[in-house]
């Protein structure tokens, strides 16, 4: 599975931007997608997670009321929507993927690296104060 991940670009606070997540051959296996950022400096972050079986979400408390993962089964994609921009939103958005399944995992698997054995080249957003 190859994933690309496009969307970024320049804001100023307060604007939206929408990231999308593009699975190539093999993305109908994918179990969950998450997005993640790192900024200059600090280590990559959790941001947002979509598990596909039953549609389940999970968002980092920095970004929960601001921003929307979901899935577009018409594109098959999944796109993290962004509203609110912050400053401190900016980072290298990367995208990653896992197929391997959640089960006898703890509820907050998806939400650390390590669940996926897929990841995205990473899109840049810099969000202007």
């Known amino acids: 599975v190859q994933l690309q991940a496009s969307g970024g670009g320049l804001a100023q606070a307060g604007d939206s931007l929408r990231l999308s997540c593009a699975a190539s051959?093999?993305?109908?296996?994918?179990?969950?997608t998450g997005w993640f950022r790192q900024a200059p400096g600090k280590e990559r972050e959790f941001v947002a997670a979509f598990r596909r079986s039953g549609g389940i979400r999970y968002y980092a408390d920095s970004v929960k009321g601001r921003f929307t993962i979901s899935r577009d089964n018409a594109k098959n994609t999944v796109d993290l929507q962004m509203n609110s921009l912050k400053p401190e939103d900016t980072a290298i958005y990367y995208c990653?993927?896992?197929?391997?399944?959640?089960?006898?995992?703890?509820?907050?698997?998806?939400?650390?690296?390590?669940?996926?054995?897929?990841w995205g080249q990473g899109t840049q957003v810099t969000v202007s104060s």
């Open positions: 051959a093999g993305a109908e296996s994918i179990v969950a």
């Open positions: 990653a993927a896992d197929r391997r399944g959640w089960l006898g995992r703890p509820n907050t698997y998806y939400t650390t690296a390590s669940a996926y054995n897929y």
